[in-house]
Nanobody
Framework: QVQRVESGGGLVQAGGSLRLSCAAS????????MGWYRQAPGKQRELVAV???????NYADSVKGRFTISRDNAKNTLYLQMNSLKPEDTAVYYC????????????????WGQGTQVTVSS
């Protein structure tokens, strides 16, 4: 079973930056469309960004221009560079395999890891 371990979260002031990593096991990572999700307290999990195996990306409107998703297939690792952070970005962030790069219709496929907490103070 493919496992994913998220890391890189922390406490940062508004306007700051963080870089999240997602280390995945298994031999199919390079073929998978991958996504970053987040879940704030009391809210549903939401999709933040997706990336195809070849590097095509899409973003939620709320993070467009501030977040950058990328991947290193040789290292089986997914990244999320988060700049100009806002308090409303506070959430637990998760990575997962998704079905497509189309934000409106993509679905998660795998099990969820423990996530990494991002807290942005005002």
């Amino acid at each position: 079973q493919v496992q994913r371990v998220e890391s890189g979260g922390g406490l940062v002031q508004a306007g700051g930056s963080l870089r999240l990593s997602c280390a995945a096991s298994g031999s199919t990572f390079s073929l998978n469309v991958m996504g970053w999700y987040r879940q704030a307290p009391g809210k549903q999990r939401e999709l933040v960004a997706v990336i195809s195996s070849g590097g095509i990306t899409n973003y939620a409107d709320s993070v467009k221009g501030r977040f950058t998703i990328s991947r290193d297939n040789a290292k089986n690792t997914l990244y999320l560079q988060m700049n100009s952070l806002k308090p409303e970005d506070t959430a637990v962030y998760y990575c997962n395999v998704v079905t497509t790069i189309y934000m409106a219709t993509t679905r998660s496929l795998g099990s969820w890891g423990q996530g990494t907490q991002v807290t942005v103070s005002s």
